[in-house]
């Protein structure tokens, strides 16, 4: 469900308005939801309002106004002289006259509780002499003025009820307007490039929004100590009085996020540093914990079998998904050590822990350690396979590789580049990359060497991940401090990603067969694009 509103009852209960199916209650903070729109009908509610001397609840729909005089059990239409509008706003006066805006018709007033209403809309122009019609947001203060939020022209003002209206926006640098709140004589205006407060009834704004790391305001909140509330393009913000603009802890949008997987059946899975798993069945637009049966909320890696089974690898052991009881269960006979890393390639799961490396079919059920160099338990530092099947693995800076249906695992003659902390991935080539450097190797089996193929990603930027999309050529795409980058010319040339992307450090990156790229953020949670290059 999209929700478009969210309002608190006297009695604690939650109303909540959706882009369909009508209003939902919860009375016990939101952990369960039952329909609430007897008579209402399957319409959007954008807007909720409740007069607190009747106790009359009034809803702003795709099909009008609508009245509950049984706290939004049963709804009755509210509708004389509104002619079937889109009510995008709604607010009680302080002589209660109820208010709506509407999305293209401008703004009505009812005297008589929504029995009948009258156009309010004179003096409805912005700076350009155009009439304003798309009344987003409505706020009333304590000495009877009305105020206005339009969709681009700006904040209105009325001080007799909505006769005649005025432009009050000498201040504002975005006249989009998203949220406005008025209390004791102050206003607030969120807007499309910050927020703005203005100490004289609205006759001059100024930003307050220095420090936001999101300007884009979508919806503005005032509580009761003063803190300030900004739901934004990227998060929920805050700012306690005297304090800067702070991020608040949302869930998805904040952890870090260390590992991705896209499966076909299930949705994107995204591993996070200290808040575990989420889930999200509708790529990406939204996230649920996914945690049940986890010990750890450490995500080292994600990987699903041939049979379409899904695998977690935490900071203590392996887990195997069980959507028959909808939890993570344990999946480690065999294994020794903290995992690491953890893939799946050539019919078989491989994980890397602090004991050394360790695999096993997907047909079976027990874990085996790997000989590398003759020992059982020498420490593996990176890991990948490729399209193909060939599993490689790096310990100190000897290379590994296993073939398909081949059960040893023989050394490559090949170092890895020096530098701390080489990870793989591959294609069509095998590649290395350090935080700073970016290697392919090349040559024949009895001559492999590395050449540096990174030099046009961005100066002082750190590689966090690289991912491989095979095709005719390699395309490799990089998440870095600076962005996400991609080369389809073996790093000839380096280019970057396009689109809602913030300036924020990227530490994952993962290319489905679909052709979505997924990029896991630092502090905003995963980012969705699309491979445009070979489609």
Same mark, same amino acid.
């Given at each position: 469900r999209f929700l478009m509103t969210l309002t608190v @009852?006297?009695?604690g209960s939650l109303l909540a308005g959706a882009v369909r199916g009508g209003i939902f209650r919860s009375h016990d903070g939101g952990r369960r939801w039952a329909p609430s729109s007897e008579g209402l009908g399957n319409s959007q509610v954008p807007a909720i309002v409740r007069d607190a001397k009747t106790g009359l609840l009034y809803a702003g729909t795709g099909s009008g106004v609508y009245k509950s005089a049984d706290q939004g059990r049963r709804w009755t239409a509210s509708n004389r002289g509104l002619e079937m509008v889109l009510s995008r706003s709604l607010a009680v006066g302080a002589d209660g006259t109820l208010y709506t805006g509407t999305g293209g018709n401008g703004l009505f007033a009812s005297r008589d509780g929504g029995g009948v209403w009258r156009r309010i809309n004179e003096g409805f122009a912005d700076e350009d002499g155009l009439r304003e019609? =798309?009344? %987003?947001?409505?706020?009333?203060?304590?000495?009877?003025?009305? #105020?206005?939020?339009?969709?681009?022209? !700006?904040? =209105?003002?009325s001080t007799d009820g909505g006769r005649r209206w005025f432009a009050v926006n000498e201040g504002l640098t975005n006249l989009s307007i998203r949220g406005l709140i008025a209390v004791r004589g102050v206003l607030y205006a969120g807007t499309g490039e910050g927020i703005f407060r203005s100490a $004289? %009834?609205?006759? /001059?704004?100024?930003?307050?929004?220095?420090?936001?790391? +999101?300007p884009n305001v979508q919806a503005l909140l005032l509580a009761k100590d003063g803190t300030l509330y900004a739901g934004t393009g990227s998060g929920v913000l805050e700012r306690p009085p005297g304090s800067p603009w702070r991020s608040v802890d949302r869930g998805m949008a904040f952890p870090a996020v260390r590992t991705i997987l896209v499966d076909p059946m299930k949705g994107v899975f995204a591993g996070t540093e200290t808040h575990g798993l989420f889930r999200s069945k509708d790529t990406g637009e939204t996230w649920v914990h996914f945690n049940e049966g986890l010990e750890s909320r450490a995500i080292r890696g994600l990987a699903r079998d041939?049979?379409?089974?899904? #695998?977690?690898?935490?900071?203590? $052991?392996? #887990? %195997?998904? +069980?959507?028959? @009881?909808? %939890?993570?269960?344990?999946?480690?006979?065999g294994l020794n050590g903290a995992p690491r890393k953890l893939i799946a390639a050539g019919g078989r799961l491989v994980v890397a822990t602090s004991h050394g490396l360790f695999e096993r079919p997907m047909t079976s059920t027990a874990w085996a350690p790997v000989v590398l160099a003759g020992a059982p338990s020498i420490a593996v530092s990176a890991l990948t396979g490729d399209p193909s099947g060939v599993v490689y693995a790096a310990a100190g800076r000897q290379m590994y590789r296993r073939r398909p249906e081949d059960p040893r695992w023989e050394p490559m003659g090949l170092q890895l580049p020096s530098g701390s902390s080489v990870e793989l991935s591959? !294609?069509?080539? @095998? #590649?290395?990359? $350090? +935080? /700073?450097?970016? =290697?392919r190797a090349s040559g024949s089996e009895g001559g492999l060497r590395w050449d540096e193929i990174g030099r046009g990603l961005p100066e002082g930027s750190a590689i966090g991940s690289l991912a491989v999309i095979g095709g005719e050529r390699d395309l490799l795409v990089a998440a870095t401090s600076g962005g996400v980058w991609w080369t389809a010319d073996s790093g000839a040339e380096w280019h970057p990603s396009h689109g809602r992307l913030p300036a924020v450090p990227f530490q994952t990156i993962h290319a489905a067969e679909t052709g979505l790229i997924l990029a896991g953020s630092e502090e905003h949670g995963v980012f969705v694009g699309v491979d445009l290059v070979p489609r």
């Amino acid at each position: 469900r999209f929700l478009m509103t969210l309002t608190v @009852l006297p009695d604690g209960s939650l109303l909540a308005g959706a882009v369909r199916g009508g209003i939902f209650r919860s009375h016990d903070g939101g952990r369960r939801w039952a329909p609430s729109s007897e008579g209402l009908g399957n319409s959007q509610v954008p807007a909720i309002v409740r007069d607190a001397k009747t106790g009359l609840l009034y809803a702003g729909t795709g099909s009008g106004v609508y009245k509950s005089a049984d706290q939004g059990r049963r709804w009755t239409a509210s509708n004389r002289g509104l002619e079937m509008v889109l009510s995008r706003s709604l607010a009680v006066g302080a002589d209660g006259t109820l208010y709506t805006g509407t999305g293209g018709n401008g703004l009505f007033a009812s005297r008589d509780g929504g029995g009948v209403w009258r156009r309010i809309n004179e003096g409805f122009a912005d700076e350009d002499g155009l009439r304003e019609n =798309f009344i %987003r947001v409505l706020a009333t203060d304590d000495v009877g003025a009305v #105020y206005a939020g339009s969709f681009g022209g !700006g904040i =209105f003002k009325s001080t007799d009820g909505g006769r005649r209206w005025f432009a009050v926006n000498e201040g504002l640098t975005n006249l989009s307007i998203r949220g406005l709140i008025a209390v004791r004589g102050v206003l607030y205006a969120g807007t499309g490039e910050g927020i703005f407060r203005s100490a $004289t %009834r609205g006759s /001059r704004w100024d930003s307050i929004s220095e420090g936001m790391p +999101d300007p884009n305001v979508q919806a503005l909140l005032l509580a009761k100590d003063g803190t300030l509330y900004a739901g934004t393009g990227s998060g929920v913000l805050e700012r306690p009085p005297g304090s800067p603009w702070r991020s608040v802890d949302r869930g998805m949008a904040f952890p870090a996020v260390r590992t991705i997987l896209v499966d076909p059946m299930k949705g994107v899975f995204a591993g996070t540093e200290t808040h575990g798993l989420f889930r999200s069945k509708d790529t990406g637009e939204t996230w649920v914990h996914f945690n049940e049966g986890l010990e750890s909320r450490a995500i080292r890696g994600l990987a699903r079998d041939e049979a379409g089974v899904q #695998y977690a690898a935490t900071a203590d $052991t392996i #887990y %195997r998904a +069980d959507w028959g @009881l909808s %939890r993570w269960v344990p999946d480690a006979q065999g294994l020794n050590g903290a995992p690491r890393k953890l893939i799946a390639a050539g019919g078989r799961l491989v994980v890397a822990t602090s004991h050394g490396l360790f695999e096993r079919p997907m047909t079976s059920t027990a874990w085996a350690p790997v000989v590398l160099a003759g020992a059982p338990s020498i420490a593996v530092s990176a890991l990948t396979g490729d399209p193909s099947g060939v599993v490689y693995a790096a310990a100190g800076r000897q290379m590994y590789r296993r073939r398909p249906e081949d059960p040893r695992w023989e050394p490559m003659g090949l170092q890895l580049p020096s530098g701390s902390s080489v990870e793989l991935s591959a !294609g069509h080539a @095998l #590649y290395a990359w $350090t +935080d /700073r450097a970016v =290697f392919r190797a090349s040559g024949s089996e009895g001559g492999l060497r590395w050449d540096e193929i990174g030099r046009g990603l961005p100066e002082g930027s750190a590689i966090g991940s690289l991912a491989v999309i095979g095709g005719e050529r390699d395309l490799l795409v990089a998440a870095t401090s600076g962005g996400v980058w991609w080369t389809a010319d073996s790093g000839a040339e380096w280019h970057p990603s396009h689109g809602r992307l913030p300036a924020v450090p990227f530490q994952t990156i993962h290319a489905a067969e679909t052709g979505l790229i997924l990029a896991g953020s630092e502090e905003h949670g995963v980012f969705v694009g699309v491979d445009l290059v070979p489609r």
